[in-house]
Structures are given as structure tokens and as C-alpha cells.
């Protein structure tokens, strides 16, 4: 399975909330840079994915392929979603989040993935004002200077 079909995979496992299958994908050391304000790793990252897909029910990156080299597969995302359940805390120092009904629309992001031995490795966000965990917490009215 070529690195673009293993991401595609892994994209809509999580859209679809079938985590098990998207963790499967992942390789032991799995690292996540510029989606939180700290490095995640395949449990943190699940975990917040996890806490999206309960109050984001359709959750989507809405993603296109841009580059595939080798390993590393470049991918953009733009994420869309409606908050209409209640969100558990998607990560230490917040509390669960009441459904707002606030759709997110987030802005474009650019995600480098990096494959080996048909593991995903590495998922690196270049950071995007307003993009990445914080910017979807604040378009659903979650003010992180008061959670935090």
C-alpha cells in the first residue's frame, strides 16, 4: 500500500470514528508537532481525535493531496465540522465542553506525514494563525485563557 493510501485511510477512519482501525496505522513512535501546544503522541492524539468525534459528529478534514516523495506525504486539511454534542475534555486542564451548535471552519493547514514500514511515523502541522487544537476550541467559544 503506497504512503498516500495508508493517510487516506487513516483520514477517514478518524472521520468515521472507527478509531481502532486509525491507531492500527500508527507506528509505536508515533509524534505529532503543531496540532496542541506540546508534542503528542499516538495516545494524546487519539484522545483528542476521540473527544472531537464525540461533540463534532461530522468532523472532517476535507483534505487534498499535494505531494507524495518517498515517505513523506503533504497533505492539506480544512477542516469543517458542527458542535452539537457534548465534548469530553480534549485535554488535561479543560472540562467537558456543552454543545454550542458553532460550526467550525477552520483555515487551510498544511500536514506532513511521514510513513515507514507502512506505519505512519510522524504527523507535523505548520502552524497557521488561528489553526490546530486552539483555533477549533476558540471558534466553538472555549476561552483558553480561563480553562487553562
Not at 477552520?106 to 506525514?113: I, N, W
Not at 489553526?131 to 467559544?141: D, M, N
Request: proline letters at 5%; a neutral charge; glycine letters at 8%.
Amino acid at each position: 500500500m503506497s504512503p498516500a493510501n495508508i493517510i487516506e485511510e487513516f483520514l477517514i477512519a478518524i472521520e468515521q470514528r472507527n478509531f481502532t482501525k486509525a491507531e492500527d496505522l500508527l507506528s509505536n513512535s508515533f509524534k505529532v508537532t503543531g496540532v496542541a501546544p506540546d508534542t503528542l503522541d499516538a495516545s494524546g492524539f487519539m484522545s483528542i481525535h476521540r473527544a472531537l468525534g464525540n461533540g463534532i459528529p461530522d468532523f472532517r478534514f476535507n483534505y487534498e493531496f499535494l505531494k507524495e516523495k518517498g515517505g513523506a506525504v503533504n497533505v492539506r486539511f480544512h477542516i469543517t465540522g458542527t458542535h452539537t454534542k457534548s465534548m469530553p475534555a480534549p485535554y488535561a486542564g479543560l472540562r467537558t465542553i456543552a454543545p454550542t451548535n458553532k460550526s467550525v471552519n477552520m483555515p487551510d493547514e498544511q500536514v506532513e506525514f511521514t510513513v515507514r514500514d507502512n506505519k505512519i511515523q510522524k504527523l507535523q502541522v505548520t502552524h497557521v494563525e488561528g489553526g490546530g487544537l486552539p483555533g477549533l476550541l476558540k471558534q466553538i467559544g472555549v476561552d483558553l485563557r480561563v480553562e487553562a
